[in-house]
């Protein structure tokens, strides 16, 4: 059983809840027998039977293999059809099959993948990528984890500071600069095994919204980067406060340091990320993930100045120098950017962003109408297709208060029962979001099953 299940959901009742969520594992575990026979066969060679431990426990049951999709749902390998709310955590906001980022990608491997030469793609790209963002200059890696350990690299190497600061309850990758958190004395420590101790001693978590924190963080004056997402999307939804950001900016900015968007997940929510819609300055913009759709890149913008100094360090690496330490074989690639390219010109245009941000609206409209109906005193979240229910009357402004706002065992028993009826459901850190294959029709049956679901737990 899901271990937060013991603990009660406010409004909810607890024995319906963890009965339907024992009722419907079982259920969906027992109609799978294909997924579960390929489990056993993968445990064979992979450790829980999946090739990166996320898919092992991201779900409170065995995850279903997937066959083959086609737009907006996917099938497993026992035939159940599911549209897909989570599309793999932003990192497939476009959807299965026949896409326009499959046939760019079809299109260059007819010519070549891989050649550790420029490609044109790569300009095309860049300019691309400038004229939506304002960001001048760009850099390529294979994941936005790699884009954003090279950017404290640049940092480091030209502000000449040590540390970085990051916001609790971001997530940025699987970096050891960010994979820390605060103990139970307020102390930094990694957050995860397997990390030297040392990481704690590089970086500052500071709550989000707090720009108190952020100066105390700033003050001794060996802050290198300050990274943030424009909202905190790994811990349900976190919007800045009215100006927050700006201050944030100009903060670190006076402390010598460089201020960094990472728009990874963000960039899937507005027509040239958040930085766009709240003109935001950065010094660096991380992207990744869903501008691909699937196909593996990370991407940092940067202003000319750091341009500069980053050509500048190369410069020196070829006179025998050191140089700063980015680049990688296959980072640039002619298929990645490809991908990215046939995103940014056939998907992620204004009107595309326009279409799913009112499909956002009506999801957030419905599941406050639902919450409403039930007297339940919860909010929808909601910026652009983004949704999700927030159990609380309130939205959170800080990781604290997002503890308050989610339930990993609602969760995990809603995304189970739903997932039986054909709906699969965002991960519980996260909420679901609308893709850019998603109609008015998927939206409606999201909430026709959600309604179900909390008239069997009330
Ligand atoms: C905001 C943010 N930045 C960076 C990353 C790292 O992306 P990747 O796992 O593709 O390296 C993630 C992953 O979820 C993310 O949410």
Known sequence: MASDLADPVPGINLGRLQALFQAETESFLRARPKSAALLQRAAKVMPDGVPMPWMGWLYDHAPPFVAGGQGCRFTDADGFEYVDFNLADLSNTLGYGDTPVARAVARQAGIGLQSLLPSENAIALSEALSGRTGMPFWQYTLSASAANTEVFRIARALTGQRKVVAFSGAYHGHIDATLVERGPEG?????ALGLSPDVARETVSVPFNDLGALRAALAPGDVAAVLTEPALTNSTLVLPDPGFL??????????????????????????????????????LLV???????????????????????????????????????????????PLSTAAALA????????????????????????????????????????????????????????????????????????????????????????GPQVGFSHGAEEIDLYLDVAADFLDRVM
């Open 187 to 191: 102390q930094m420590q990694p957050a």
């Open 246 to 283: 700006a201050e944030a900016c100009r903060l670190t900015r006076a402390a010598g340091a460089l201020f960094v968007l990472d728009e990874t997940h963000t960039w899937q929510l507005a027509y040239g990320g958040m930085k766009r819609p709240m003109q935001l300055a950065c010094d």
């Open 287 to 333: 992207l990744g993930k869903g501008l691909g759709s699937g196909v593996a890149l990370g991407i940092y913008g940067m202003t000319a100045p750091l341009a500069e100094g980053l050509r500048a360090g190369r410069d020196g690496r070829r006179d025998g120098q050191k140089g700063i330490a980015t680049g990688g074989t296959i980072h640039g690639n």
């Open 343 to 430: 995103m940014l010109e056939e998907v992620q245009t204004e009107a595309g962003y326009v279409r799913i941000s009112a499909l956002g609206a009506r999801l957030s409209d419905g599941i406050d109408a639902l919450t409403r109906s039930y007297s339940l005193p919860w909010r929808a979240f909601r910026y652009g297709p983004r949704s999700g229910f927030c159990l609380t009357p309130h939205l959170p402004r800080s990781y604290d208060e997002t503890l308050l706002s989610m339930h990993r065992g609602f969760n995990a028993a809603r995304r189970v029962f739903m997932a039986n009826r054909g709906i699969w459901d965002a991960i519980w850190s996260a």
